[in-house]
């Protein structure tokens, strides 16, 4: 399913599944790398959405980025990931900033969207808050996701449930994952 088939309320629960998955990546220390709508599945099922995140290959392999278009390259990706520069966790709150942005505005993937935040949706302090984690400028961006998400829920006026450190600490087994066999 496509983003822009979203309900409005499926919007929040977009956005926000997306912020619980890329929280949970970093308190496990793993950064995704490649945040995209390639690598994000929206699933609807008896009237409830589901985000999924796939293509966990980057987390451990990310070196050729020569096989993704332009487009992709510059609207996705964190500029320091582009220049071959050493990156981190905030590299994934850049993505996840395009995607947020994308989604709640139900805006078209173009290579510059960023850049004309302002002009598209006018300034508010929404996009004030996805310039700021957009920011070509690594250390101008949120410091961490719990940052981020907190802003966030507090502008979307959304109830965001933090999740403790227990629950993420439980093993999960035979969950089915995306394209593989269950885990034994």
């Known amino acids: 399913m496509d983003y822009k088939d979203l309900t409005r309320d499926e919007v929040y629960t977009a956005i926000f599944d997306l912020c619980r998955a890329v929280q949970y990546l970093h308190f496990r220390g793993l950064t995704y790398g490649y945040l995209n709508f390639d690598n994000v ?72 969207v960023i850049d004309r935040l302002d002009e598209v949706v006018g300034q508010n302090p ?34 965001y449930e933090f999740t403790d450190s227990t629950s993420y600490n439980r093993l999960h087994h035979n969950i089915g994952l995306v394209g593989n066999e269950k885990i034994n």
């Open 126 to 159: 929404l996009t004030n808050t996805l310039k700021k984690v957009t920011s070509n400028i690594v250390e101008n961006r949120f410091s961490n996701i719990d940052d981020f998400i907190a802003k966030l829920a507090n502008q979307l006026r959304y109830d």
């Open 41 to 112: 599945m929206f699933l609807r099922e008896d009237d409830r959405l589901t985000v999924k995140l796939h293509d966990f290959a980057y987390l451990c392999q990310y070196k050729d980025i020569s096989v993704y278009s332009p487009r992709q390259i510059n609207t996705f990706m964190a500029p320091e990931s582009i220049w071959y520069e050493q990156f981190n966790s905030s590299a994934d709150l850049y993505s996840l900033g395009v995607l947020i942005y994308l989604i709640y505005y139900q805006g078209s993937v173009d290579i510059d």
